[in-house]
């Protein structure tokens, strides 16, 4: 069982930049994916940036350009680094999990191909 945990979250003011953490339990072999969620009041969880193994990316187009997810060498600790936050990216952001042959699909992660979940940390952008 992986377990994840996210950090790094906060207040902002539009414009700025934040940055999440996300770390694993345990070491995670080939074909394993990690993607970033978020879950905006009174809306589904939209998947906002995934990365796989072999560090490949995709991004919501909502956030290309603006979002970048990576890893660190020993592959159990995943960022996303958020530039030029506006009030729409407030939100709880989770980090997820999974193990699939292909994760990284045009328009960003979904939702099922992941069954670890970290807790979440809440991102609020102020105008």
């Known amino acids: 069982q992986v377990r994840l945990l996210e950090s790094g979250g906060g207040s902002v003011q539009a414009g700025g930049s934040l940055s999440l953490s996300c770390g694993a339990s345990?070491?995670?072999?080939?074909?394993?994916?990690v993607a970033w969620f978020r879950q905006r009041s009174l809306k589904e969880r939209e998947g906002v940036a995934a990365i796989d193994y072999d560090t490949e990316t995709s991004y919501a187009d909502s956030v290309e350009g603006r979002f970048t997810i990576s890893t660190d060498n020993t592959k159990t600790i995943w960022y996303l680094r958020m530039n030029n936050l506006t009030p729409e990216d407030t939100a709880m952001y989770y980090c997820?999990?999974?193990?699939?042959?292909?994760?990284?699909?045009?328009?960003?992660?979904?939702?099922?191909?992941?069954?670890?979940w970290g807790q979440g940390t809440q991102v609020t952008v102020s105008s």
């Open positions: 997820a999990a999974g193990v699939s042959d292909f994760c990284v699909p045009d328009g960003g992660p979904e939702r099922d191909e992941y069954n670890y």
């Open positions: 345990m070491y995670t072999g080939k074909a394993f994916c």
